[in-house]
Nanobody, 125 residues
C-alpha cells in the first residue's frame, strides 16, 4: 500500500516560515524522486520544487521561479521523508500543497506516480 502522508501546514503571517513534511511508505523511497506541487483556488496545479536522485548520492534540487530563493526542498532517506522549507511567505503562496513521488524525474508538466493527500497553507497580512 503506497502512502504519502503530509503534515505541517497551517496559517502563517506574511514574511514567516513553515515546513511541510511528507512521510512515504509502500515503495522503495531511496530510488524515487520526490517533489511538491500546489494548487490555489481557481488556478491550475503548479510545480513548486523537486529533488531528484542521481544514483550517485547526488541530489539535484529544482524550483519554480516564483519560489526560488525562498523555498528549500530536502529529503531524509533514513526516515523516508521529504520536506519543503518555506521562508519569506507571501499571500500568493496560499494554496493546497501536494507531495509527489515518481520513479522517473519529476518535471513540471507531467503527473507523478503518487500523490499525497494535500495540506493547506494560508498566509495572513
Amino acid at each position: 500500500q503506497v502512502q504519502l502522508v503530509q503534515s505541517g501546514g497551517g496559517l502563517v503571517q506574511a514574511g514567516g516560515s513553515l515546513r511541510l513534511s511528507c512521510a512515504a511508505s509502500g515503495f522503495t523511497f531511496r530510488i524515487y524522486n520526490m517533489g511538491w506541487f500546489r494548487q490555489a483556488p481557481g488556478k491550475e496545479r503548479e510545480f513548486v520544487a523537486a529533488i531528484n536522485w542521481s544514483g550517485s548520492n547526488i541530489y539535484y534540487a529544482e524550483y519554480a521561479d516564483s519560489v526560488k530563493g525562498r523555498f528549500s526542498i530536502s529529503r531524509d532517506n533514513a526516515k523516508n521523508t521529504v520536506y519543503l522549507q518555506m521562508n519569506s511567505l507571501k499571500s500568493e503562496d496560499e494554496a493546497v500543497y501536494y507531495c509527489a513521488a515518481d520513479r522517473n524525474r519529476i518535471v513540471p508538466d507531467r503527473s507523478p506516480d503518487y500523490w499525497g493527500q494535500g495540506t493547506q497553507v494560508n498566509v495572513s497580512s
